[in-house]
């Protein structure tokens, strides 16, 4: 019980630390239990260690006892083919029985002092729980409080949607989700994908090279034109930083944009949770001040993605939901971009109407998106037209506040981009599916239903079955309540096709598809828009 003695140490030396117990003193009482969670978060961890060390030295234990088998079992081996058995070879054969039976010995003696090790290390921190230690207390003194808690929600969302599917194998998941992409796809083939053919505005590529700006002047702003024309754009970044640019004119140039342009600001800031990049520029060749917000591009922009709970909203006078940690990022940013935004305006010909545009991808654009709607809401910067474009826009507004936005909010999506399509609630709607063809039985569903009934009906070609599978088993996997959606008037853009205006029911489930993550890319978002206009011409 050396670990639960080590430990007792520390929590006894923490009372004389802080000079005695003193229950009248909240903030004493507060250092005690801190500390204590210190020492409960230092056994957890031991508890981790304990496991990869006994991990690594059962690993060199079994090694070592094969090499010594070898070495006796090869010479014996040898020797019967030479000369056929006899007692030299038997005697080896003795040895090598008694090292396998001591290396069954030491392997056993590994459990069980690697079984009583971490019994003693479970009875310690439960010890100190009872005592009140504090929960990642040790996390809390590493990162902050924000991110510590950011952390522990996205850790207990994993765990319980891991938690239904720990009973399937992987391989078993895989395989039911490309059923799963096997049914919608024909569901596709058969119906169609309905819309009303569009026009895009006509400067969404200039919008989204602002976008794809936030990503900085290190050469990723100038993937927008993809890799075969990164070197051309950082040579543009080169030339503008020679003549004396700064961070924001270099990422200009390096996204492509041309024309008058005045930074206002670039913030390129990784750490802070909930604090996307962005850049405030004057963009005097079109007449008004643009707002870029950055994609996910750190740990902490992808911790704001993942904490995706719903969190209430108030819009307009009503009561919705929204992505919980976009909502968070839309909060922090907002008075310091108000701020930006003004000093943006004074720089405006003061004869030309006054606009402002936000836009972003990704991260970016959800974030964006709800910043146009917390700006429209309370009347920000009267007189002043506010517009928001929002490339591959995450699920950020239930159904009644993103149709909402589409006055002043255009989201734009590609093909099966997984983004536009993701959620808390779609992810477990994926998980529902995949656990329906897994064992359809159990759910309601015929045996012709399952993942290989599935895939052989998809090998031989026949999409009519399984679209009419799909409609029977969509409705039986899209059940989870908090749906949430890309804000604003949505429209689709496809390979040789007309932009269509889609409502929010066709991005209501994820798309199992090849494309679906490359679909995502700036690249991508670029080169659909720019096809879209080549087709108006």
Not at 143 to 169: F, K, N, Q
Not at 459 to 472: D, K, V
Not at 483 to 500: D, E, K, S, V, Y
């Amino acid at each position: 019980m050396e670990g639960y003695a080590a430990v007792e140490g520390v929590v006894e030396a923490v009372p004389r630390a802080q000079g005695g117990f003193d229950h009248s003193r909240e903030h004493g009482n507060r250092e005690v239990t801190k500390n204590l969670g210190v020492a409960k978060d230092v056994v957890g961890l031991g508890n981790h260690g304990v496991t990869v060390g006994f991990g690594i030295a059962r690993f060199a234990t079994m090694a070592g006892f094969g090499i010594a088998s070898a070495c006796i079992r090869k010479p014996a081996e040898f020797m019967e083919r030479a000369a056929g058995p006899n007692a030299v070879s038997m005697g080896l054969k003795g040895v090598d029985s008694v090292v396998g039976f001591a290396r069954d010995v030491t392997h056993g003696c590994q459990d069980l002092a690697e079984t009583i090790t971490h019994v003693s290390l479970d009875v310690t921190k439960a010890g100190l729980s009872a005592a009140g230690a504090e929960d990642n207390a040790l996390l809390r003194m590493t990162v902050g409080d924000e991110i510590t808690e950011a952390v522990t929600l996205v850790e207990a969302m994993v765990s319980r949607y891991s938690d239904r599917m720990a009973h399937v194998p992987p391989q078993s998941l895989l395989a039911a989700a490309s059923a799963w992409g096997a049914l919608q796809h024909a569901s596709v083939a058969v119906h169609g994908r309905s819309g009303e053919v569009v026009v895009l505005n006509e400067h969404s590529e200039r919008w989204m090279r602002f976008a794809a700006a936030t990503m900085g002047t290190a050469w990723f702003a100038g993937l927008v034109e993809g890799f075969a024309g990164s070197a051309s754009a950082m040579m543009r970044a080169t030339t503008i930083r020679e003549q004396g640019g700064g961070p924001g004119d270099t990422a200009l140039a390096c996204a492509g944009l041309e024309g008058r342009i005045q930074v206002v600001k670039f913030e390129e800031r990784t750490k802070e949770l909930y604090a996307p990049g962005y850049l405030v520029a004057v963009d005097h060749t079109v007449g008004c001040v643009v707002v870029a917000l950055r994609g996910t591009s750190s740990v902490t922009d992808a911790l704001t993605d993942l904490v995706c709970e719903p969190a209430p909203v108030q819009l307009a006078g009503h009561d919705g939901m929204a992505h919980g940690g976009m909502l968070r990022a839309a909060q922090h940013l907002d008075p310091v971009l108000a701020a930006l935004v003004e000093d943006g305006l004074s720089c405006l010909d003061s004869q030309v109407p006054r606009s402002v545009v936000i836009c972003g991808h990704s991260l970016g654009a959800g974030v964006a998106a709800l910043l146009a709607a917390l700006w429209r809401d309370r009347g920000y910067l009267p007189g002043v037209d506010i517009e928001c474009f929002a490339f591959a826009c995450p699920q950020v507004l239930d159904a009644e506040l993103a149709m909402a936005q589409s006055n002043h909010t255009t989201s734009l999506i590609v093909g099966d981009d997984l983004v536009p399509r993701f959620s808390l609630a779609t992810a477990q709607d994926l998980q529902e599916a995949m656990l329906c063809l897994h064992d359809p039985e159990s759910h309601g569903l015929h045996p012709s239903l399952s993942t290989g009934e599935v895939l052989q009906a998809q090998s031989q070609g026949h999409t009519e079955r399984l679209a009419a599978a799909y409609a029977l088993v969509r409705p039986k996997v899209c059940t989870s309540e908090g749906r949430l959606f890309p804000a604003g008037r949505l429209i689709h853009l496809l390979p040789q096709q007309a932009p269509l205006a889609i409502t929010g029911g066709a991005l209501d489930e994820l798309i199992i598809a090849r494309e679906m993550g490359s679909s995502h890319m700036p690249r991508a978002y670029l080169v659909a828009i720019q096809n879209a206009a080549a087709a108006e011409v």
